[in-house]
């Protein structure tokens, strides 16, 4: 049995959602990350902008920057990229919570769902801290809330658009804010299909969704 499952035994919705923010973070990370690998820029101004396909981008006369390489040097990174990465980490740990607080209230009654949510958020704002997404919880808290005030995660019926990740859903709202940089005066686009970020969006997506239905229904929430 794993320490979810014990804490759900035991403290009920609430013991479940804490260290399911751990699980939530890392969602974020890797989706952060995923997206940052996928993007390209163009010195001339224009809005951000998500393409199927690379080839697209590119005709856009936007230029990729690391969706065909093997790795990409972290600590290497110019300071416009190193905080275009921490944004978009930021902005899919937002997307991430925004998954899993809208399956709580699909799948849970209402009550249960708030539980699920008091759990949650401490636990992600501490993974986010320990990543340094946020330098403490109330950076963290205001981090979150700069997304998470622009949308009804609760009742939003449209977080992912599972048939093309990054349109008109909750995901491609949060790549687009998180890619606003003051400093970049150029334009920014993103890859979604053809080994861009969408695979990895809906299969992590899937994956959260599972976790909490089928808790849900194991501890009958």
Not at 19 to 31: D, K, N, Y
Not at 120 to 136: E, F, R
Not at 148 to 153: C, E, M
């Amino acid at each position: 049995m794993s320490i979810k499952d014990i804490l759900a035994r035991i403290s009920g919705p609430k013991g479940y959602g804490g260290p399911f923010g751990r699980s939530v973070s890392e969602f974020g990370l890797a989706l952060g990350y995923e997206v940052f690998r996928c993007h390209g820029s163009t010195s001339t101004p224009g809005p951000v902008a998500i393409f199927d396909t690379i080839e697209q981008m590119e005709s856009a006369g936007i230029s990729p920057h690391y969706i065909q390489s093997s790795e990409i040097s972290l600590h290497c990174l110019p300071l416009s990229e190193a905080t275009l990465l921490t944004n978009l980490r930021t902005a899919m740990t937002a997307f991430a919570f925004a998954v899993a607080s809208n399956a709580a209230s699909q799948y849970m009654t209402k009550n249960n769902a708030s539980a699920f949510r008091h759990g949650l958020g401490p636990s992600l704002k501490s993974a986010m801290v320990s990543a340094k997404l946020a330098t403490d919880f109330d950076h963290a808290e205001s981090c979150l809330r700069s997304y998470l005030t622009t949308v009804d995660t609760v009742s939003s019926s449209m977080v992912l658009n599972t048939s093309k990740p990054g349109r008109g859903d909750v995901l491609e709202q949060f790549i687009l804010q998180g890619a606003e940089n003051p400093s970049f005066t150029g334009q920014y686009g993103f890859v979604r299909d053809n080994g861009g970020f969408a695979s990895l969006a809906l299969s992590l997506t899937e994956e959260t969704l599972k976790s909490i239905l089928e808790a849900t229904r194991h501890f009958k929430w």
